[in-house]
């Protein structure tokens, strides 16, 4: 079964950019969405953005101005790099697979949903 | 931009009992709302999809319903594992997610 492991550094400092991995095991990149969500401590999610194995993206308009998000298919990761970080981008970071189904009827719409997710990383921006 | 509210953000409840948690959008959203459980501690898990597609492996106690602006997820007969936060999301055509505040769920 697919499996997905976040790596990189724990500790960033401030004004520095945040750079994190995640690596696809158990099955292809290929054909899906790839995300990445974070959660500050004792708080909500916040969706990051996503990419496709094709390499289109998108990202939350909050963060769009400082996100960028990159897929390396020949070694099955994608990666998540965050530019000018602050104490608020203190957080867990997760990378989950989106995976999406058509609906039965006509007209055709396309479900989306986070299927498989990793455990996570967590990062804390400090001097 | 659509917000995504829930209510209540935290309840209690006794084990056996029938739980609904509600979220709302400030648009409609037609169906592209999904539910995730996070236990304490752990990494959330999708249970429901296309606002009331089951997710293979969940137990049949939760269901959701709903479509628009107004979608419900209930638990129905409260388990001690089910204690946790439970997460709303929503997408756009644009692939653009939000997830709703949560709502953290105790057993009484």
């Known amino acids: 079964q697919v499996q997905l492991q976040e790596s990189g550094p724990g500790l960033v400092k401030p004004s520095e950019t945040l750079s994190l991995t995640c690596t696809v095991s158990g099955g292809s990149i290929s054909s899906y969405y790839w995300s990445w969500i974070r959660q500050p401590p004792g708080k909500g999610l916040e969706w990051i953005g996503y990419i496709y194995y094709s390499g289109s993206t998108n990202y939350n308009p909050s963060l769009k101005s400082r996100v960028t998000i990159s897929v390396d298919t020949s070694k099955n990761q994608f990666s998540l790099k965050l530019s000018s970080v602050t104490a608020a981008d203190t957080a867990v970071y997760y990378c989950?697979?989106?995976?999406?189904?058509?609906?039965?009827?006509?007209?055709?719409?396309?479900?989306?949903?986070?299927?498989?997710w990793g455990k996570g990383t967590t990062v804390t921006v400090s001097s | 931009d659509i917000q995504m509210t829930q209510s209540p953000s935290s309840l209690s409840a006794s084990v056996g009992d029938r739980v609904t948690i509600t979220c709302r959008a400030s648009?409609?959203?037609?169906?592209?709302l999904a539910w995730y459980q996070q236990k304490p501690g752990k990494v959330p898990k999708l249970l429901i999809y296309?606002?009331?597609t089951l997710q293979s492996g969940v137990p049949s106690r939760f269901s959701g319903s709903g479509s628009g602006t107004d979608f419900t997820l209930t638990i129905s007969s409260l388990q001690p594992e089910d204690v946790a936060t439970y997460y709303c999301?929503?997408?756009?055509?644009?692939?653009?997610?939000?997830f709703g505040p949560g709502t953290k769920v105790d057993i009484k």
């Open positions: 296309a606002a009331s």
């Open positions: 999301q929503k997408y756009n055509s644009a692939l653009i997610f939000t």
């Open positions: 648009q409609g959203i037609s169906n592209y």
């Open positions: 989950a697979r989106v995976s999406f189904e058509s609906s039965s009827f006509p007209p055709y719409y396309y479900y989306y949903y986070m299927d498989v």
